[in-house]
């Protein structure tokens, strides 16, 4: 199963908004809502920013939304802060009643 | 406030099994609200999915580690395991163990929305 795609890095200004994508098949991303994104500081575990493709948990800024169509994915963080700049990772629930995780994205302010 | 801790030797020779535990607080793996998972972090690379354990013990594995790999219950010390038999150099990595929400109504559905803090593995002789 291969590893869902994120562009390696992605960099915006403060105030700006920057996208995020993240493609994988009809076997995962385009055959279900159970598409998540996890944010990750250095030396820090993922924690969980976005799920079911567009949710957000309590306690994480309405900065951050999630979209889909067909296999691809997307996070938009805007009004870029300097505290974004982070590693970001998208999730994805798979046909084989599995998960698979993106490559990774490295946001830079 | 739900807790997960992994616990388990850092350095591990070529060739033996890797074997790490995550103990759970505040919250119980035996409730049928969740998935117990391991995801793995190589240095300076990506997550990756190692596998998960259900209530009932029903298990689910990453294809490239099925050969190697089996995650496990212990209900009686609100434990669950992992093992990884005939490590190599390519197993080094931080090991996370981390909670799948499963309740519909509950935030996180099919996410991991619990995880630990991480622990450090290094596979040398």
């Known amino acids: 199963q291969s590893a869902l795609t994120q562009p390696a890095s992605v960099s915006g200004s403060p105030g700006q908004s920057i996208t995020i994508s993240c493609t994988g098949t009809?076997?995962?991303?385009?055959?279900?809502?159970?598409v998540s994104w996890y944010q990750q500081h250095p030396g820090k575990p993922p924690k969980l920013i976005i799920y079911?493709?567009?949710d957000r948990p309590s306690g994480v800024s309405n900065r951050f939304s999630g979209s889909k169509s067909g296999n691809t994915a997307s996070l938009t963080i805007s009004g870029l802060q300097a505290e974004d700049e982070a590693d970001y990772y998208c999730s994805s629930y798979t046909s084989g009643s599995t998960f698979v995780f993106g490559g990774g994205t490295k946001v830079t302010v | 406030q739900v807790q997960l801790q992994e616990s388990g030797p850092g350095l591990v020779k070529p060739s033996q099994t890797l074997s790490l535990t995550c103990s759970v607080s505040?919250?119980?793996?035996?409730?049928?609200?969740?998935?117990w998972s391991w995801i793995r972090q190589h240095p300076e690379k990506g997550l990756e999915w190692i596998g998960y354990v259900f209530y009932s013990g029903t298990t689910f594995y990453n294809a490239s580690l099925r050969s190697r790999v089996t995650i496990s219950l212990d209900t009686s010390k609100n434990q669950f395991s992992l093992k990884l038999d005939s490590v190599t150099a390519a197993d080094t990595a931080v090991y996370y163990c981390?909670?799948?929400?499963?309740?519909?109504?509950?935030?996180?559905?099919?996410?991991?929305?619990?995880w630990g803090q991480g622990t450090t593995v290094t596979v040398s002789s």
């Open positions: 079911e493709v567009s």
């Open positions: 505040g919250d119980s793996v035996g409730s049928n609200s969740y998935y």
């Open positions: 981390a909670r799948v929400q499963l309740r519909l109504t509950a935030p996180g559905n099919r996410a991991f929305d619990v």
């Open positions: 009809s076997n995962d991303v385009g055959g279900y809502r159970f």
